[in-house]
């Protein structure tokens, strides 16, 4: 029998439905990602090492367990063969990511996520077949860059070169309506959603009138989100 504590309200195995995530390692970043998942009504099952943690966390999570997670026998009384989908939140320990990493992948959990520290641990984990690495400093890093350097207040890399932005409308689109703007012939953006003060987010359409302190959401080429935004 693995050596490990478990808190929770029904049984490991019961928790490994459709709507259940395991998360492995409950550091800053999978405790956060954990309470998200259990905001957003997934089950979740949480698995760290230190028993001081597992206890912070008793009780908002469905399960949470102090456990060696590099312990297969340990995995399989948890029943993480059954789930679909895991996120290994393990980083500074790279020896300990690798081999749950290789658990895992000979579980064939069908979706695996993974935290990297660095590039080389992000390539090592890309090679052994994780689809789904995120580096979540660096990724945080580019994103406030982007947020600085622009006057925008929030900014998201849908791709490579193509993002999202958030931001305050430019006084000189003010009382005209997105159809007769020319936002996306001239500056190559689409204005999505519109915010106008004290009111919900709506889609933004042709017929929509901007007015002095909306804020909207743009997509298009980062450099022209980017250069939209600071027209603000
Ligand atoms: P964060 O930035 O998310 O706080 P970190 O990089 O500071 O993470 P990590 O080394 O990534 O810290 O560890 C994240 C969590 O994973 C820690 O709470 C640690 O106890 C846990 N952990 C590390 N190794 C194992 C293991 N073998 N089994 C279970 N949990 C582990």
């Given at each position: 029998m693995a050596k490990h504590r478990f808190f929770g309200r029904t049984d490991p195995a019961r928790v490994a439905s459709a709507n259940a995530v395991a998360v492995i390692g409950l550091g800053r970043f999978g405790q956060s990602l954990a309470l998200e998942l259990m905001k957003d009504g997934a089950e979740v099952l949480g698995i760290d090492a230190r028993e001081e943690v597992v206890q912070s966390l008793n009780g908002q999570l469905t399960h949470v367990v102090a456990a060696d997670a590099t312990q297969e026998q340990v995995l399989r009384q948890l029943s993480i063969p059954e789930f679909d989908r895991v996120v290994i939140a393990i980083g500074s320990d790279v020896?300990?990511?690798?081999?749950?990493?290789s658990l895992l992948l000979r579980f064939s959990i069908p979706q695996i996520w993974a935290k990297a520290v660095s590039d080389a641990h992000g390539l090592i984990l890309h090679q052994l077949g994780i689809p789904h690495v995120v580096y979540p400093e660096k990724d945080m890093g580019r994103r406030v860059a982007h947020i600085?350097?622009?006057?925008m207040q929030d900014?998201?890399?849908?791709?490579s070169d193509f993002a999202m932005v958030k931001t305050e409308v430019h006084t000189g689109f003010v009382g005209i309506r997105l159809?007769?703007?020319e936002i996306r012939r001239k500056h190559g953006v689409t204005v999505t959603s519109v915010k106008h003060p004290g009111e919900h987010w709506e889609a933004a359409s042709a017929d929509t009138v901007l007015r002095a302190g909306?804020?909207?959401l743009v997509t298009g080429p980062?450099?022209?989100a980017e250069r939209f935004s600071r027209m603000g």
């Amino acid at each position: 029998m693995a050596k490990h504590r478990f808190f929770g309200r029904t049984d490991p195995a019961r928790v490994a439905s459709a709507n259940a995530v395991a998360v492995i390692g409950l550091g800053r970043f999978g405790q956060s990602l954990a309470l998200e998942l259990m905001k957003d009504g997934a089950e979740v099952l949480g698995i760290d090492a230190r028993e001081e943690v597992v206890q912070s966390l008793n009780g908002q999570l469905t399960h949470v367990v102090a456990a060696d997670a590099t312990q297969e026998q340990v995995l399989r009384q948890l029943s993480i063969p059954e789930f679909d989908r895991v996120v290994i939140a393990i980083g500074s320990d790279v020896q300990a990511s690798i081999l749950v990493t290789s658990l895992l992948l000979r579980f064939s959990i069908p979706q695996i996520w993974a935290k990297a520290v660095s590039d080389a641990h992000g390539l090592i984990l890309h090679q052994l077949g994780i689809p789904h690495v995120v580096y979540p400093e660096k990724d945080m890093g580019r994103r406030v860059a982007h947020i600085v350097r622009g006057s925008m207040q929030d900014f998201i890399e849908i791709d490579s070169d193509f993002a999202m932005v958030k931001t305050e409308v430019h006084t000189g689109f003010v009382g005209i309506r997105l159809g007769d703007s020319e936002i996306r012939r001239k500056h190559g953006v689409t204005v999505t959603s519109v915010k106008h003060p004290g009111e919900h987010w709506e889609a933004a359409s042709a017929d929509t009138v901007l007015r002095a302190g909306d804020t909207i959401l743009v997509t298009g080429p980062t450099k022209q989100a980017e250069r939209f935004s600071r027209m603000g």
